[in-house]
């Protein structure tokens, strides 16, 4: 069972900027897609940003698209999501997450690997 570690979040005011980083505990993810998902007190699980086995494609949310950027580093097994322009409505737990296909998805089947989260609260 692959492990993925979140790490980043904390409390910015609205404008701000916060990194996410995900790391995974084996290689074994390193040919598939990953994502970052959010999921707001009350509220569903939403798909944020996805990003390709090797980086060459992403997909975003409408609500993040021009502000977050995904991206990853195969080396060291990780994922980044770099979030600007930060909203209160941005507030939630993040989650990291792989996919069991190697391009970029925003479908929550694909992913069989999950984080733990880390929160991201952002103050208006």
């Known amino acids: 069972q692959v492990q993925l570690q979140e790490s980043g979040g904390g409390l910015v005011q609205a404008g701000g900027s916060l990194r996410l980083s995900c790391t995974a505990s084996?290689?074994?993810?390193?040919?598939?897609?990953m994502g970052w998902f959010r999921q707001a007190a009350g509220k569903v699980r939403e798909f944020v940003a996805s990003?390709?086995?090797?980086?060459?494609?992403?997909r975003y949310a409408d609500s993040v698209q021009g502000r977050f950027t995904i991206s990853r580093d195969r080396t060291r097994d990780t994922v980044y999501l770099q979030m600007n322009s930060l909203r209160p409505n941005d507030t939630a737990v993040y989650y990291c997450?792989?996919?069991?296909?190697?391009?970029?998805?925003?479908?929550?089947?694909?992913?069989?690997?999950w984080g733990q989260g880390t929160q991201v609260t952002v103050s208006s």
């Open positions: 997450a792989g996919a069991r296909t190697p391009v970029a998805t925003d479908s929550t089947t694909f992913y069989t690997s």
């Open positions: 990003i390709g086995w090797n980086g060459g494609t992403t």
């Open positions: 084996r290689r074994t993810l390193s040919n598939n897609a």
